[in-house]
């Protein structure tokens, strides 16, 4: 049984239970029709995977990679902590997440988009973990949980949890999800984020930002990524990344002591490669003298980068990596953000340490 508040209404959830306050703005990959057609193809027998392959597999390859690929969890082994307590998934989008750690602990599982929920549903339905999911449709900054996590997940959701409304700051809204995460945890708690990196190189390079697809607006400093994006679109930038130094200092502001950062290849949505970036990012460092270890792609529509593209990467990556640096600038970030509770101490584990 889990309890939380929703719109100042007490509400418990028992295993396989589902809540729906859902909400009509939030983050969609594919039409509501569309993916309302599939969930019912599932509900009436179809195997999910099945129905997800012929629907998107030659039609929306990269949106295919992005339900089925395996390395969506590819982050699990390292960055986990141990147990089996309940975990929240925070904008569990397809179930990628939720999913597969319910075969291994109770889960809630919380996604405001109504359709997305469905298919969450009806896919963990065929996949037995149904009984150890908890629903919740609805956003995460208007549900107040009573219950305390062991773990929870942001993966690919901080950059996007000030979207999506016209009330708040979006970076407001982001740091105001932080701080609720942390109240959220367990005393042992930990938090683990997925989230690209705003000075990526490739970035850097001209490659199109994952979440605006045009290039040279998302890479810079908030205050100026706001102006060229309200002068390139007539809209407000809602979504925002950030580089190692930014984030490790959103997640101490909010109360976060103990951190531990990871570098992602080709990104934490597929991660071929996943390497701590302690000690000053020298495992890192020593990998990219090598050169990229994973070739990287467009994260706005997976197409892959040029071979001229990936050589300028290469080279630049090795320079960084001579000088010590080059941890400052790997696509995409894992992060596991803890508390330490012992009244004596004040470790904090940090790769731009």
Known sequence: MIEFLNSGKHQRLSPGG????????GFRDTPPDDQGT???????????????????????????????DPRRTAFFDQLLPAGGGLALDIGSGWGQIARPLAAHRPVVALEPVAERMAFIRAAARQDGVESNLY???????????????????????????????????????????????RRELAPDGALIIGIENRLGLK?????????????????????????RWKNASGQALQSFTYSLAELAAMLRTAGFTRLAFFGAFPDYK?????????????LVN?????????????????DPLSAV???????????????????????????????????DSSHVAIGSR
């Not at 509900?43 to 129905?51: I, K, S, V, Y």
């Not at 930002?209 to 706001?226: E, F, K, N, Y």
């Not at 630049?316 to 000088?323: G, K, M, Q, T």
């Open 18 to 25: 589902h809540f729906a306050r859902p909400r009509e703005g």
């Open 309 to 343: 593209f990936q050589e300028e990467l290469g080279s630049l990556y090795r320079s960084l990596a001579e000088d010590g640096i080059a941890h400052h600038f790997v696509p995409s970030f894992f992060v596991r953000a803890s508390q330490d509770h012992r009244p």
């Open 286 to 302: 020593e990998l990219l003298l090598k050169g990229p270890p994973a070739p990287e792609h467009n994260g706005y529509n997976g």
């Open 135 to 181: 629903f919740v449709e609805a956003d995460y900054l208007d549900t107040t949980f009573a219950t305390r996590f062991s773990v929870i997940t942001a993966i690919g959701v901080l950059e996007w949890s000030g979207a999506f409304q016209q009330d708040t700051d979006p970076q407001a809204r982001q740091n105001a999800f932080l701080l609720k995460t």
């Open 203 to 227: 970035y850097l390079l001209g490659c199109p930002d994952d979440h605006l697809g045009v290039p040279d607006i998302a890479l810079h400093h908030a205050d100026l990524a706001r102006v």
């Open 38 to 68: 599939l969930v019912a193809e599932i509900e009436n027998g179809r195997p999910w995977r099945d129905a997800v392959d012929e629907r998107y597999a030659r039609a929306k390859p990269w949106l295919h990679r992005i339900i089925v």
């Open 270 to 282: 597929l991660p071929d490669v996943i390497v701590p970036l302690d000690d000053g990012g020298r």
